[in-house]
């Protein structure tokens, strides 16, 4: 077993770079599987999903291949198996390969994926999607099989925009026949990159990134080469790094308008934020604000940042109110938190958060990737030393997280016991 120990108070200062976007290379992988042939997809972060889909691609007859940062995938030999609760388990992301299976093969079975630590995460709008494209549809025995002839291109009004329906309807759609349309799509700029790569494929996918998705149908699509967009969360993350730390870190490859909902919270909590070109400095240097937070889907505040936050606010003077409208299980790290001091009340959905003047260092175990990296900058900012346990959770999103901030000043390592 591994733990993290981080020796608290030094203030993070330097150049720090972001890796591409975990959540853009999951469904992207998963698109691969429409694509037969040889697809080369660059600046792939080394982190665990990224291994745990990559071995679901080879379970289905792909061959998958790394070199750096460079995977490539021939999926000209994949086939529709079934995909068990073993691996589904392993990641809920795996839920992925739905679309693309089915609209190569009209037919795919997967086991439900189960709920995780931040929520039962259903797949009802996934299912309401690939239905209203012609898919008859069993759940039995704890799998879902979907069958269809050919899919048929349909109208689909999504009640939630949520991020992996709208990519496995997308997925499912692009060899349907005729036109499909995604209304109330999620707006994500991981969605962008996965339009992006199947029209590279061949695909005719428009309106990404805005709530109204336009899919005409193609008679097939062929592997194409792909780099993804940076990881917009990392960067967040870093931001809050140099926040909570008092520091200052110029922070390189990132998509400044995918991080705009970030850098306008931590202004309003003043922090002085400079953004030009791909790159965006941070400094803590001034008075503190407590603020409030509610996260929305895209453009609104990410989830995925939500932990942080809570986080740097609980050393914030003030008190903030911080609302999770997207999970309904996602303040796992707060119980972390309050062994470090900090002065968190959950009430449902909110966290009304009293800022310390300083954490202190405690044994604390992360629940789930974001919760982790959450304790790994309260560890950064408090006094005295903190052991962070189950550290694999964080290796989920985050390359070489350590040694990145070790880099920028932080006394923090891993060691096996
Ligand atoms: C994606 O998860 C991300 N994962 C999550 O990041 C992220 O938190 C989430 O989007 C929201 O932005 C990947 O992209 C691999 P959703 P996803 O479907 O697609 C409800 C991380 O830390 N819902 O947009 O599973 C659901 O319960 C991870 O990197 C339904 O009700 O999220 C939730 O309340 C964590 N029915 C809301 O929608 C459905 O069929 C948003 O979920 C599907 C979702």
Redesign the pocket.
Known sequence: MDRIIINGGNRLKGVINVSGA??AV??ILGASLLCPGINVIYDVPSLKDVEVMSSLLEYLGASVSRNGKIITVDTSNVEARDVSEELMRRM??SN?VLGPLLGRFGKVRISQPGGCN??????????KGIRALGASIKEQWGYITAEAGRLVGSEIHL???????T?NIIMAAVLAKGETIIYNA?R?P?IVDLQTFLNKAGACIKGAGTSVIRIKGVGSLHPCKHRVIPDR?EAGTHMVAAAITNGDITIQNVITEHIEPMVAKLREAGIDVEMENNTVHVRATGKRYAIDIRTM??PGF???MQPQMTALLSVTPGTSLITEN???NRFKHVPELHRMGADIKVESRTAVVCGVKKLSGATVRAT???AGAALVLAGLAAEGTTVIECPEHIDR?YENLEEKYRQLGADIYRERV
């Not at 931040?118 to 299912?127: K, N, Q």
């Not at 009640?159 to 329906?165: C, E, K, L, N, Q």
């Open positions: 975990k959540n999951l469904p809920r992301a992925l931040i929520g039962s995460r259903p797949m009802d709008l996934h299912l009640d939630v925009p949520s991020v992996g329906a990519e999620a994500e991981e969360i889907p895209y990410p989830t995925d997207i999970f309904e789930d990737l974001r999103g």
